[in-house]
């Protein structure tokens, strides 16, 4: 019964994401084209093909990994606010770029992807090094309080790094913002494949560790009197967290609200167990983002909106609809 | 399997503390297999730490010995297949909200199975009966989030029945019960224990916990009696624990406590 709810939201979600795609394909600067026509020109579907096709779908990967992540830090801190940014992850990667940018700088001499990979690898490094930080100050996974804290802890401190550095210059000050609202802009095939490969590895380990999720859900202590092996699961949910949002941050920026609006859609959908929330999470997060690309590409083209702008906007009016509905109906 | 001599659960010098306060100052007891024993005493008497201890859920110094083992000595599922704890007061946990009758009763089937195998029919036997017992079944498919509190702990209940496990622990099952799934629960322990296993409760009414086969009373981190619960001695020291505010009284066949 369940089961076959599940399966149902998760065709309807490909399939959604699959109708984006062409859309995505066909929305370029001069508003919606026919795909067909582009085909004979080498010159049209070059764009299509390198520029189009590839960011409508690192905008879904991005999406995916967020939304998983963000399934997987509801279950894991048993909050519904809880999302992938919390264990500092968002900050760590923003102190990195701004650091990076101020050694790098910002001047058109450098050449374009030796930036692009430089600032991919130290978003990225800094989202990591930011998760192992919080982990080192709550000495552990183990008791999710001080977790939470030691997280909320990194993020103002490291955000606080960041203004100081990115204060001192407007260049930098300029591109650090475009990276705090996120873009799917910049994603080519290459950092498509490794979002991909991340979220591949990142939904296996998700799916593997859901009925520890789903245990969890029952409270710390009952959980481990199930006899599961909590401190090593527990770590090893922290590694996908971490992993997966520090993929998605380093290719596309921060971006909001989708990691933590993904779950709480397919709740609004389906009550179901973690192994089915989690997948459902990440086709839910990654048929938002591609939406909001969408969007972004083609509300007020040939100019760009940033996607993280989008998200927020939407996803947060969406989220205080579903509030307002569900008040409603719990008159109790 | 074991002699019958071996107590199923047995404790020796127990100690230990929550948030650096000692809360047991050295607890001996044996538990023999195939009985019921409810555990009273007033509030912060240690009860609920000491059924957490015995479930190896809390730090401690002492032993504690499940069918004559230590518990660290047992590995993790094996323990957990042989010993099950319900928590005191699941209810106000919100997390789990989202998740069927059912799916959380299947939890309780986590120690027997292999690692992302799919339920076998034992489970799904197992599950059944579990709800059924605790009259959950029918509305299995509804998420915990719409149940009532006395809803709710029907099927944390049912969590804890579903383990199967020789040793049951169950700190308040009353709670948010109504009175006659009150006396459903009771029974159920009474059976439980009738078919040869321990049972161990925490109960704050007395009555209740007077049904059961033996009464250990706990005041201040300490036992202070354990005998059967028909003695007269046992019904002393329940008046003592409470300080004289309640009195023993047989009506019905019954053993009652009214305050006095």
Partial sequence: ?332 | MNAPSTPALAAHGLRARLGGVPVLHGIDLALAPGGWTSIVGPNGAGKSTLLRVLAGLLPHDGQVLLQGRRLAQWPARARARTLAWLAQGGVADAAADDLSSYDVAMLGRLPHQRWLAAPSAADRAAVEEALRRTQAWDWRARPLGQLSGGERQRVLLARALAVQAEVLLMDEPLANLDPPHQADCLAMARELAAAGHTVVTVLHELHAALSADRVLVMAAGRVVHHGASGDAATHRALEDVFEGRVRVHAVDGQWVALPH
């Avoid at chain 1, 919606?32 to 020109?41: G, K, N």
């Avoid at chain 1, 095939?189 to 490969?197: D, H, R």
């Avoid at chain 1, 940033?306 to 939407?314: C, D, K, N, S, Y």
Wanted: charged letters at 10%.
């Fill in chain 1, 1 to 332: 019964m369940h089961a076959a709810r599940a399966h149902w939201l998760a065709l309807w979600l490909l399939l959604a994401a699959a109708g984006l795609l062409l859309l995505g394909a066909a929305i370029g600067s001069t508003g919606v084209e026919r795909l067909w026509q582009m085909q004979a020109d080498p010159t049209a579907w070059q764009i299509v093909w390198d520029i189009r096709v590839p960011r409508t779908l690192g905008a879904w990967l991005a999406g995916a990994l967020l939304g998983l992540a963000g399934a997987v830090a509801q279950g894991l801190f048993r909050n519904p606010l809880a999302d992938p940014y919390l264990l500092g992850s968002a900050s760590g990667a923003s102190l990195a770029v701004a650091l990076a940018l101020t050694a790098f700088g910002v001047s058109p001499g450098a050449t374009h992807w030796v930036v692009r990979l430089g600032m991919t690898g130290a978003a990225f490094t800094g989202a990591v090094l930011a998760v192992l930080l919080t982990l080192t100050l709550a000495r552990g996974v183990q008791q999710t309080l001080r977790l939470l804290l030691a997280g909320v802890i990194v993020g103002v401190v490291l955000g606080a790094l960041k203004d100081l550095i990115t204060i001192a210059s407007a260049d930098v000050l300029q591109a650090i913002t475009a990276f705090m609202l996120g873009s799917t802009g910049l994603v080519g095939w290459s950092a498509g494949a490794v979002m991909a490969a991340t979220l591949a590895v990142c939904l296996l380990a998700a799916w593997m560790l859901a009925p520890v999720l789903d245990s969890l859900a029952l409270g710390e202590a009952t959980a481990a009197s199930l006899g599961l092996p909590l401190p090593a699961m527990r770590a090893a949910l922290v590694a996908v967290l971490a992993l997966a949002t520090g993929a998605a941050v380093a290719q596309t920026g921060l971006i909001a609200f989708v990691g933590l609006a993904a779950p709480h859609l397919v709740r609004s959908i389906l009550k179901t167990t973690h192994a089915r929330l989690v997948p459902l999470s990440a086709l839910m997060g990654g048929l938002l983002l591609m939406a909001a690309d969408l969007l972004a590409r083609w509300l007020i083209a040939p100019q760009e909106l940033p996607v993280g702008v989008l998200t927020a906007v939407l996803g947060g009016s969406y989220l205080l609809w579903l509030m307002h509905r569900r008040g409603r109906g719990r008159v109790a």
